[in-house]
């Protein structure tokens, strides 16, 4: 991207990702137990550590699927897979969970600067998958509510090109004011700042907030069709794209198996959806996203990022967890750069 100034290049990360670092328990249930748990489909949800521990009980009787989860991680991770330089900052609990966060993410090839809580446990996402591939997600924070500016690695995050961050952690005031500090860090060195608004219940509780954060401070913004319409107060997902483009460098609006549409100054790039056998959608935004943003650093057109992202981003789609199975490592090998 010929926005990152020739300082950067010399740069020691290409991404830095802050988010909630949270295990993933794939659940995959039939449509009446949704019913049952009286939960909405497709919808996101912070639920208590004592009702994600009810939910559990009741679906014990059903496999479930541990696997590294978390906006911003996911992204992280897809990135890396490509060959981006990566880190990852949040905190997780003092447990086995949190070890094997930490373990499974350096294992990946992403460095970590994952803090410990003493207390509270490991975060986690019971993601409930019905057979039409819907995700419904349940999050509870655990550790990673108590991310502060003590956990920030300035030196990590002014040493990168891009911070990516996750509308997640912009709803609650501390969260809030440890991402707005690691924002101004990055803006001071030259930093490009991505976001993903993340979920449509949490734009519309906080759109006035949200649009003033994208408006002075970020460089790019990811959202799906419905958080685009959502944060754009419109009703059609190109109107969106044009209106939340007035506010940052580059939109992104990801229109799920129509394909995407990037709006970059005045030009817009349409792009191909690629057709895969579905095994689930969760995780398939993030590694699109992780596609676009190692493109920028590649100084990539953006038709070719936007073909790119969207290939991989489809790979997960048949994938069975939130990132690329192993079996699909291949397909990625040409599009790798460092």
Same mark, same amino acid.
């Given at each position: /991207?010929?926005?990152?100034?020739?300082?950067?290049?010399?740069?020691?990360?290409?991404?830095?990702?802050?988010? &909630?670092?949270?295990?993933?328990?794939?659940? $995959?249930?039939?449509?009446?137990?949704?019913?049952?748990?009286?939960?909405?489909?497709?919808?996101?949800?912070?639920? %208590?550590?004592?009702?994600?521990?009810?939910?559990?009980?009741?679906?014990?009787?059903?496999?479930?699927?541990?696997? !590294?989860?978390?906006?911003?991680? &996911?992204?992280?991770?897809? @990135?890396?897979?490509?060959?981006?330089?990566?880190?990852?900052?949040?905190?997780?609990?003092?447990? *086995?969970?949190?070890?094997?966060?930490?373990?499974?993410?350096?294992?990946?090839?992403?460095?970590?600067?994952? %803090?410990?809580?003493?207390?509270?446990?490991?975060?986690?996402?019971?993601?409930?998958?019905?057979?039409?591939?819907?995700?419904? /997600?349940?999050?509870?924070?655990?550790? @990673?509510?108590?991310? %502060?500016?003590?956990?920030?690695?300035?030196?990590?995050?002014?040493?990168?090109?891009?911070?990516?961050?996750?509308?997640?952690?912009?709803?609650?005031?501390?969260?809030?004011?440890?991402?707005?500090?690691?924002?101004?860090?990055?803006?001071?060195?030259?930093?490009?700042?991505?976001?993903?608004?993340?979920?449509?219940?949490?734009?519309?509780? $906080?759109?006035?907030?949200?649009? &003033?954060?994208?408006?002075?401070?970020?460089?790019?913004?990811?959202?799906?069709?419905?958080?685009? /319409?959502?944060?754009?107060?419109?009703?059609?997902?190109?109107?969106?794209?044009?209106?939340?483009?007035?506010?940052?460098?580059?939109?992104?609006?990801?229109?799920?198996?129509?394909? %995407?549409?990037?709006?970059?100054?005045?030009?817009?790039?349409?792009?191909?959806?690629?057709?895969?056998?579905?095994?689930?959608? $969760?995780?398939?935004?993030?590694?699109?996203?992780?596609?676009?943003?190692?493109?920028?650093? $590649?100084? !990539?057109?953006?038709?070719?990022?936007? *073909? /790119?992202?969207?290939?991989?981003?489809?790979?997960?789609?048949?994938?069975?967890?939130?990132?690329?199975?192993?079996?699909?490592?291949?397909?990625?090998?040409?599009?790798?750069?460092?």
């Amino acid at each position: /991207m010929k926005n990152l100034s020739k300082k950067a290049e010399q740069k020691k990360w290409d991404i830095v990702g802050m988010g &909630n670092p949270l295990l993933d328990v794939v659940i $995959n249930i039939e449509e009446e137990m949704l019913a049952e748990l009286k939960i909405k489909k497709g919808s996101m949800k912070l639920i %208590s550590q004592s009702e994600s521990r009810k939910i559990l009980k009741k679906l014990a009787h059903l496999e479930q699927i541990l696997a !590294l989860g978390g906006s911003a991680s &996911n992204t992280i991770s897809g @990135a890396n897979l490509l060959g981006s330089r990566t880190a990852f900052l949040g905190v997780v609990g003092k447990d *086995e969970y949190g070890k094997a966060y930490e373990s499974k993410m350096e294992k990946e090839g992403t460095v970590s600067h994952l %803090s410990q809580h003493a207390k509270d446990k490991t975060g986690h996402v019971i993601i409930l998958i019905t057979p039409d591939g819907e995700r419904t /997600m349940l999050a509870h924070l655990g550790a @990673a509510i108590n991310f %502060s500016k003590a956990h920030l690695k300035k030196a990590e995050i002014a040493a990168s090109k891009i911070l990516h961050i996750e509308a997640y952690q912009l709803e609650d005031k501390n969260l809030r004011q440890t991402v707005l500090h690691a924002i101004k860090i990055a803006k001071s060195g030259q930093v490009l700042v991505s976001l993903d608004l993340a979920d449509t219940g949490l734009i519309e509780r $906080n759109k006035k907030l949200f649009k &003033n954060i994208v408006k002075k401070h970020v460089d790019v913004v990811f959202a799906n069709e419905q958080e685009a /319409m959502a944060f754009a107060d419109e009703k059609d997902p190109i109107k969106a794209l044009h209106k939340i483009a007035t506010s940052c460098q580059i939109a992104v609006v990801k229109l799920g198996e129509k394909g %995407s549409l990037i709006k970059k100054g005045q030009k817009v790039f349409q792009i191909a959806p690629h057709k895969v056998k579905m095994e689930n959608t $969760n995780g398939a935004g993030d590694m699109y996203a992780g596609g676009i943003l190692h493109g920028l650093i $590649n100084e !990539l057109d953006l038709q070719e990022a936007g *073909e /790119m992202a969207s290939h991989v981003s489809a790979l997960v789609v048949a994938s069975p967890g939130a990132r690329l199975d192993k079996k699909h490592f291949g397909k990625i090998r040409k599009y790798r750069k460092r």
